[in-house]
């Protein structure tokens, strides 16, 4: 089920009402509808893959309980590697598995050694390489005795399954979201309302910014054959824009409305496109995932401790698996590998952690040197998303070499230009929203203490029938293929 | 909570009051039935298919078709009454056409045909390279294509939410009363809204268009050509293209079901590949699979660089050609 279909606009509200009407104060119950929700909302995608999921959970659910009967380190070790294994099993062959074949095959075929072997047709099941990253942080943290195993079967099935983040993250750590199942909850009034802001402006992130500037992107992208360097990197610039749009408008409404059901999840963006550096960039954006790399695999590999070239290796294999993570071409390798090049000069410098605070914090306006910061990274950004976006190396070569050559300077020509520059001003509108939010958690939050009641309701209205004008090209999330 | 119901029931009155008036304006003729869709007096674009079908619903009773002329907006070049000269003279006809029609819909169309109990005596087949290329109904999805459940997989949400979004798209509404009360055709009002100065003519019972730019060009063809080129419709055809779509076995499924209904129905069919501006020819693979799944002499491509493609006399714009250009197709396919 799509956050932005009509199916989600009646399924939420419905649930909603059995939560807090039927169940009320009824906490076994409430966490029960929430995992029969869950399974409804992703079995409404493809009703196979529920086995997945509820095997994923079963899987954890018991090692949990045998880690905490048992002492024996080695034993211990066995368990987690046991749930590792099968968590990365699943990942490896839904995701993977023709990947290798494929490189493997071509590999041979480099030393004249012709392998026929037939890659398998595989659905890639929605939202896998999330979950199952949730349930594994769940077992370790457990092996590590940072978190009591759970015995309340249907709470940690929620906590697998939760909807809201099941298909598309924040990919949610079990210290924060499990305990919050076993907690009693009362309907917060003000929480709510946050919630339905940050649905509601989500919702405008997807529907009108990243599906129109997907159009764009799309037409330029699939057409870069015939397109100048200057067309090009509009392209690139859309894409930039779509996938933030995208992605953060999906963890907006994920986080709004796991609001409206009295849990708070963990903040995914926090307006990446105003960072003024790399380092900052990446402490910005897709959160949930760096910190879920920085704790279970950046700091177990030694982290900063160690001499420099450890520094080196453990960020550029950071940078790699994350690319790897986002999908199985060698596109998003080498779009890791070129974020921990960029980084690389922070790091060597020392100067990875001197960005923290917000940018222009106590001004309206950015000084000129925070401004050339922000439009370099941004820049360094817009390169490194033409990999991501790129169906394969030769095309995005293709598209990078064009760029770099005279035709940059050429006025830009591509189908449905005109309407793409109308387009534009929107864009503008909405970069001038978040940055006046920049230090709130999303750019409607808190609005009822800035902002008067008239203005508020405008606000609203308008984004409404933005988002309703909208909603006919309704477009698949692009973070759900991951 | 009582607070937060009762203020979300406040906030959401003036959207239901909005849906109730949207509905009852039914700026689409969607929600309600009609006798006739067509009128002097419209000027919204309305959606294709869906008037085609609920004309059929309407009159089949009294018409009785039995002859379809099927393909996307491109087949309006070819009129009921040119081909009537081909088929037998009992031969009621009627033009089952789409906005941006797929493959899969001509398929779900004849299927629906066959299950209405229509005679499928004589069928005329418009292709062309988008449509044989489109195997689902994802790319229908505006109030102008969206297709009907009747045809279509889509559920009834699925096929009034692009009414009700055209509805109150700020673009929409604003020509709507703009065009309303000034009566003047202005070029930000794009496609919803029907040039009333050149309009098209529908023909209520074969549902044959007739194209208000046919009388513009015959009044002043020079000015018409001279505009269209000034404007970019046009562009220079220097470098062609090559076809390079893939035949998917989606494709090679939905034309075998085609195939299986029209020799079910014993019909005289043909299949007419559509001339288009951009002279891409149909690639070989394509022309070679629909070839060996039809009877000899029933599938004729006009696609790539011909007679038909290179006179710019012979197009409205580079996307659709003119009726003369169908009457030399038909005079031609029918004469095997």
Known sequence: ?482 | MRKFLKKICLFILPCILALTGIIYMDFFKVFFDYEEYYSDDLFVSLNREYVCLKTLENKAEILQPDSFIFGSSRSQAFKCEDWKNYLPDSSVTFHFDAANEALIGIVEKLEYLQKNEFQLKNVLLIFDIGLLTQTDFKTRNSSLTISHPAISDNSKLDFYSPFLSASINPKFVTSYFDYYFFRNHRSYMGQYIANTKYPNIVNSENMDVFYGKEKEIKEDSIRYYRKTIESGIFYDRKELKKDTSQISHKSILLLSRIKNILEEHTTDYRIVVSPMYDQIKLNSTYKETIDSLFKNNKVFDYSGVNEWTTPLGNFYEKSHYRPHVARAIMKEVYSY
């Open chain 1, 1 to 482: 089920m799509l956050f932005n279909s009509i199916d989600f606009a009646i399924f939420l509200p419905i649930v909603f009402l059995l939560y807090w009407f039927v169940f009320k104060g009824k906490l076994k119950a409430q966490n029960a509808l929430i995992a029969l929700s869950s399974y409804v909302f992703y079995g409404w995608w493809d009703w196979r893959f529920l086995s997945l999921i509820l095997f994923s959970t079963l899987v954890d659910y018991t090692i949990g309980r045998l880690l905490l009967k048992e002492n024996d380190k080695l034993k211990r070790k066995l368990f987690l590697w046991i749930s590792i294994l099968v968590n990365l099993g699943f990942l490896g062959f839904f995701k993977y598995y023709n990947f290798f074949l494929d490189n493997f095959i071509s590999a041979f075929s480099l030393f004249g050694q012709e392998i026929k072997v037939n890659s398998l047709n595989i659905i890639l099941p929605v939202g896998i390489s999330f979950y199952t990253f949730q349930t594994m942080s769940y077992t370790i943290d457990v092996y590590r005795k940072k978190l009591a195993p759970t015995k309340d079967f249907v709470a940690f099935t929620a906590f697998v399954s939760f909807f809201p983040q099941l298909v598309a993250g924040p990919i949610e750590r079990a210290t924060n979201l499990l305990p919050q199942f076993y907690k009693k909850r009362v309907f917060d009034y003000t929480l709510a309302i946050e919630g339905l802001r940050q649905i509601l402006w989500g919702l405008f992130k997807k529907v009108v910014i990243a599906d129109n500037c997907a159009e764009y992107a799309n037409i330029i992208f699939n057409g870069s054959d015939d397109l100048s360097g200057s067309s090009l990197v509009i392209g690139a610039v859309f894409f930039t824009f779509q996938i933030y749009g995208d992605f953060s408008g999906y963890s907006d409404i994920a986080i709004g409305t796991a609001r409206l059901f009295g849990f708070n999840l963990m903040k995914n963006f926090a307006f990446p496109y105003f960072s003024r550096d790399i380092a900052e960039f990446w402490r910005r954006w897709h959160i949930s995932l760096s910190t879920w790399f920085r704790d279970y695999l950046y700091i177990p590999l030694g982290g900063s401790r160690g001499g420099l070239w450890t520094k080196v290796r453990n960020t550029f294999i950071i940078f790699i698996v994350s690319g790897f993570w986002h999908g199985a071409n060698w596109t998003f390798i080498v779009w890791g590998a070129l974020n921990a090049i960029y980084f690389l000069p922070l790091l060597l410098r020392g100067n990875n952690r001197s960005n923290l605070n917000v940018v222009a914090e106590n001004r309206v306006l950015p000084t000129f040197k925070e401004f050339i910061q922000i439009l370099s990274t941004f820049g360094l950004t817009v390169i490194a998303w033409i990999f991501f976006r790129a169906d394969s190396m030769t095309h995005a070569m293709g598209i990078i070499f064009e760029i770099g050559s005279k035709t940059l300077f050429s006025i830009p020509d591509f189908p449905m230009r005109h309407k793409a520059f109308y387009f534009i001003p929107l864009v503008l509108v909405f970069i001038l929203f978040e940055w006046i939010a920049r230090k709130e958690e999303f750019a409607l939050s808190r609005l009822e203490y800035k902002w008067k009641k008239p203005v508020r309701h405008v606000v609203y209205y308008s984004l409404i029938i933005a988002i309703i004008s909208y909603a006919g090209q309704e477009q698949q999330f692009i973070y759900f293929q991951f």
